[in-house]
C-alpha cells in the first residue's frame, strides 16, 4: 500500500514538471503539498538520479533542454535566468548589482563567483556549483525596484558601483551608447530617480 501511494506521488510530480515544458526551473519547496517530506525528498532524488532533472543548488531543479540541432548536450540556464525564476517564485523584486552590473552592461568582462542581486526580500545566499552563488542582498530603497526600463536601471547602479570620481571617459561613452535605446518615457520617468550627479551626465545622451 505504502509502495502504491508513493508511486502515485512520483507520477504526479513528474506529470507536473513535464507540464511545465523543458527549460523550466522548479523548486523541491513547491511540491511540499504533493505528500510527506520523505516522499517528495525521495521522488526528486529519483528524477535526478534517473537523469530527468539535473539539480542547479539545493532544493533547486532544471527541467533540461538540450540543444539537438548541433548535439552540445544541455543548454544550462544562466546565473541571471536562476535568479529571475527565485525572485518570481519568491514575489520579490530583485536588481544586478556590483560587478554583475558592470559585466552585463560590457564595462567588465569578469564574472564575479557570487554574482549579487539587491533584493526587497529576505538577503541569503545560494550556493550554485563549486564555490559559484548568488548573493541577495536586502535594499529597504523603494528607488532602486522602481525603474520601467531595466537597462536604465542597470545603467544606474553601474554608476553607483563605480562611483562619481572613478568614472572614465570611455565607460561614459558606453553608459550613453546603452542610454541612448531607452525609449524617452521610460527615460524621463527613471532619470528622476537616479542621483543628482548621474542625473547630469545622463541627460547629455
Known amino acids: ?27 523541491q519547496q513547491d511540491y511540499a503539498d504533493f505528500g510527506t517530506p520523505s516522499a517528495v525528498n525521495s521522488t526528486f532524488f529519483r528524477l535526478y538520479t534517473n537523469g530527468m532533472l539535473v539539480r542547479l543548488a539545493h532544493g533547486i531543479y532544471y527541467y533540461p533542454k538540450e540543444d539537438k540541432e548541433y548535439g552540445l548536450g544541455i543548454i544550462y540556464p544562466s546565473i541571471d535566468d536562476i535568479a529571475q525564476a527565485i525572485a518570481k517564485r519568491d514575489k520579490t523584486k530583485i536588481v544586478p548589482a556590483e560587478a554583475y552590473a558592470l559585466n552585463r552592461l560590457g564595462l567588465s568582462t569578469q564574472i564575479p563567483m557570487n554574482v549579487v542581486f539587491l533584493t526587497n526580500g529576505a538577503p541569503r545566499r545560494i550556493k550554485i556549483g563549486d564555490g559559484h552563488g548568488i548573493l541577495f542582498k536586502h535594499s529597504s530603497s523603494g528607488k532602486n525596484f522602481a525603474y520601467k526600463s531595466e537597462l536604465m536601471m542597470l545603467v544606474v547602479t553601474a554608476m553607483r558601483t563605480i562611483g562619481e570620481k572613478n568614472l572614465t571617459e570611455e565607460e561614459k561613452i558606453i553608459l550613453l551608447g546603452h542610454i541612448r535605446t531607452v525609449s524617452e518615457s521610460d527615460f524621463n520617468h527613471d532619470i528622476k530617480l537616479a542621483p543628482a550627479w548621474v542625473r547630469k551626465i545622463l541627460v547629455t545622451r
Not at 7 to 27: M, Y
Open 1 to 27: 500500500m505504502v509502495q502504491v501511494v508513493g508511486q502515485s506521488i512520483e507520477n504526479k510530480i513528474e506529470k507536473s514538471i513535464r507540464g511545465k515544458g523543458r527549460g523550466s526551473i522548479v523548486f
